[in-house]
């Protein structure tokens, strides 16, 4: 089957808000509430705890009409079935602090969330995806991609920064490890 991967837009944030408000978050319900907003806040522990999912899904809304939220919609005909957050790294204030090193004054993309649908996973979209944001980055002259993924064999469904794999397949090579989290490097 041919699956059609689209950049996030105005046009598209309700189908992305829908998207996620409609998906099955059991497995970690406090996720039903972020709409991939959290890599995008500095706010602490307890003040994006006590955030509400609507506060999430305006900011969203209005942060893609900005055109300061960035990413990819994957989909089966006109049914959505995938997300992944792909921006300027400089988008994502919560990882500054821990990247600063690495970014060094470059223009650096960054992969950093997929939410893949149930009935659409281990079906290669989380690859897709990964490979029109890495093609985007590289036509819009950025000098390398971030990528941040969680190693946790035994809880597949925590494998929401994408897996090792998918990074290495596309020639990501691995600078840093710290415990079960690999900093994978895209350069052009």
């Known amino acids: 089957m041919k699956y059609t991967i689209k950049p996030l837009s105005s046009e ?81 204030i919560r990882l500054e602090q821990d990247i600063k090193h690495i970014v060094a004054g470059k223009k650096v993309g960054c992969v950093i969330c997929f939410v893949i649908h149930q009935e659409y996973r281990k079906q290669g979209i989380a690859r897709l995806l990964l490979k029109q944001a890495v093609e985007d980055f590289r036509l819009q002259g950025f000098d390398a991609v971030l990528a941040i993924p969680v190693d946790i064999k035994d809880r597949p469904e925590r494998l929401y920064r994408g897996t090792l794999n998918m990074y290495s397949e596309l020639g990501f090579r691995e600078i840093e490890t710290h415990g079960n989290v690999s900093v994978m490097w895209l350069e052009f």
């Open 12 to 92: 598209l944030s309700s189908i992305f808000t829908e998207y996620l408000d409609n998906l099955d978050f059991g497995h970690e319900p406090h996720w039903a509430t972020c709409f991939c907003r959290f890599y995008h806040t500095n706010c602490s522990a307890d003040q994006w705890r006590n955030r509400t999912g609507e506060e999430n899904r305006l900011e969203a809304i209005e942060q893609i009409k900005a055109g300061n939220m960035k990413g990819y919609l994957a989909f089966d005909g006109d049914k959505c079935i995938g997300w992944c957050n792909a921006n300027n790294v400089s988008q994502y």
